[in-house]
Structures are given as C-alpha cells and as structure tokens.
C-alpha cells in the first residue's frame, strides 16, 4: 500500500471520529492499568460491568491491595481467568506501592516489569493514559493491518514496527483506537462489512464483501465507523 492511501485512510477514519479512546472505563491512570490488565481474552462489557462496582470501593494501588486477593475476586470474578488476574493485579498493585510512590510508571521498561503486563498492555497504557504514539497490536489491528494490507505482518510486533514505521506522524497517537474500533464493529473477523466500509475503495482486500444493497440504492452512511464512543461522553484521558 502506498503512502497516500494510508494518508487517505487514516483522514477518514479521523473525520468520523476526531478524538477516539478506549471504550474501557477509567479516569486515571492507574484504573486504566487495571482495567487493561482485566481485560486480557475478555469483553471491555464484562470488563466494565466489573470496574463500576470495584473502583468506587478500591481505585489506588493502595486501596486494592489493601482487599487482597480474596477481596478483590468478588468484584472481578464474572470476568475469565479471574483467579489469576486478582493474582497478578494485588501484586502489581504491590510494586507500584513500594517502587513507584504509588504511580503508574511512564516507561515501558518498568511497565513490563509488572506482572500481567506485556507489551500490548504497555502500549496501551502509554498511548492512552499518556498519549505516547505508540499502537498497541491486539486481534482487531492484526486483522485489519493485515486485511486492508496497512502493515501486513505474520506477528504482532512486526504489524507493530510497521505501522510506526508507515502510519504518517500525525495519525499515530490515535491510529491504535480507530484501528481497533474499525476491527470490532467494521473489518470483523468472520464477514467483514465491506458495503458500509468508509474505506473500502482503498482497502486491499480482494475477497470483499458483495453488497446486499440494490445498485440504484444508495448505501448507508457508516455511523458505526467510529464505533459507539464517538457520541457518547467518556470519563477522559487524565
């Protein structure tokens, strides 16, 4: 793909949805850790429906630790592989407290560091909570990034590389959320919806998706492109 389709690309997706973010619930930092760190092969739904009920109860490092382990499984326990998620999530919750004041590190390094805590979580993290330009690769991105041909790689990190390497400088702090969106409600795995695509024509897929429109109808306009965060007011980056 060239230059100028991604530049395309990326200038729609910014039309639809100027300021994008996550759809996870969070007004610091730290909560957006936590959630993210919840949210490992789980729904941002189950993920939210879990935070709303503990954050009000516990949302420092201090106050969840405090909870310990079979504190926190009540709140978190209708979100897979919760038993282990208390684990990893009490003992950052540990080494924020006594390495880091309490504070969310803005490195990926220490980030990393933390249990549970890849780097697709660190990016996320610094993207969001930070607005670094980095973009975090999860199956959506993969997916479209391989789709579209953006950043076609055979792993995350090379889709990676090559979207810091191709994404055009001023797209890049919000290219990790429009991709995202794009994947989850567009570009879906099992039948893309090429028809209502805003980016179809300079989308490299060959197998698209035939439309199920007449042809002297017009096409709907793509209200979902953005996803359902576009009009709806979040909590906000810190």
């Not at 969310?104 to 670094?132: H, I, S, Y």
């Not at 789709?147 to 792993?155: E, L, Q, V, Y």
């Not at 191709?166 to 893309?192: E, N, Q, S, T």
Request: hydrophobic share 40%.
């Amino acid at each position: 793909m060239n230059p100028l389709k991604r530049r395309e690309i990326f200038s729609r997706l910014r039309a639809v949805n100027p300021k994008p973010t996550t759809e996870l619930n969070f007004s610091s930092p730290f909560e957006l850790l936590a959630a993210v760190l919840l949210s490992a092969q789980a729904t941002d739904i189950s993920v939210n429906a879990a935070t709303r009920k503990l954050f009000p109860k516990a949302n420092t490092p201090k106050a969840i630790f405090a909870l310990g382990e079979q504190g926190l499984i009540p709140f978190i326990q209708t979100i897979g592989l919760f038993r282990s998620k208390a684990k990893h999530l009490i003992e950052t919750c540990r080494l924020l407290i006594s390495h880091h004041d309490s504070q969310v590190p803005q490195n990926r390094e220490a980030l990393e560091a933390l249990p549970g805590v890849g780097r697709k979580t660190a990016n996320v993290v610094l993207n969001t909570a930070f607005g670094e330009p980095t973009i975090a690769v999860d199956t959506h991105i993969f997916r479209v990034s391989n789709r579209t041909n953006i950043a076609p790689g055979k792993t995350p990190l090379e889709v990676e590389l090559k979207l810091l390497k191709h994404v055009p400088d001023d797209f890049k702090r919000d290219a990790h959320h429009w991709l995202i969106l794009h994947g989850r409600y567009i570009c879906k795995a099992r039948k893309p919806d090429c028809p209502n695509c805003l980016i179809a024509d300079l989308c490299e897929f060959k197998t698209k998706t035939p439309s199920l429109l007449e042809p002297d109808v017009p096409k709907r306009t793509q209200a979902r492109a953005s996803g359902p965060v576009a009009e709806k007011s979040k909590r906000g980056r810190p």
